[in-house]
């Protein structure tokens, strides 16, 4: 699965940024998606997800400000993100696994396809 995140940019503190993650040739169908994100000498940290029964779990950090949905086809998954403050700047990726268990699901280890990054930096 190749997957394209985009959206990332500059915005100040208290904007609305909203990332996208397309899968290339197939949809999310049967795929537990999330984000992820990297602070520069942090390790990659859980931001959210949608198991693939449709349970969802979010990071406390990002609970109430960001909210992960698909398109209707489910061949684009966004990641709206309101309210942002400077703790969020980071590189952001998204990921999908097919076979994780649900307690997995903040577990960068356990998903096997990968976005390449987008950068968003918020500046307070």
């Known amino acids: 699965v190749q997957l394209q995140a985009s959206g990332g940019g500059l915005v100040q503190a208290g904007d609305s940024l909203r990332l996208s993650c397309a899968a290339s040739?197939?949809?999310?169908?049967?795929?537990?998606v999330a984000w992820f994100r990297q602070a520069p000498g942090k390790e990659r940290e859980f931001v959210g997800a949608?198991?693939?029964?449709?349970?969802?779990s979010y990071a406390d950090s990002v609970k109430g400000r960001f909210t992960i949905s698909f398109d209707n086809a489910r061949i684009t998954m966004y990641l709206q993100m309101d309210n942002l403050k400077p703790e969020d700047t980071a590189v952001y990726y998204c990921?999908?696994?097919?076979?994780?268990?649900?307690?997995?699901?903040?577990?960068?280890?356990?998903?096997?396809?990968w976005g390449q990054g987008t950068q968003v930096t918020v500046s307070s």
């Open positions: 990921a999908v696994d097919r076979n994780l268990i649900y307690s997995s699901i903040g577990n960068a280890g356990q998903y096997d396809y």
């Open positions: 040739g197939r949809t999310f169908r049967g795929y537990t």
């Open positions: 949608i198991f693939r029964s449709g349970g969802v």
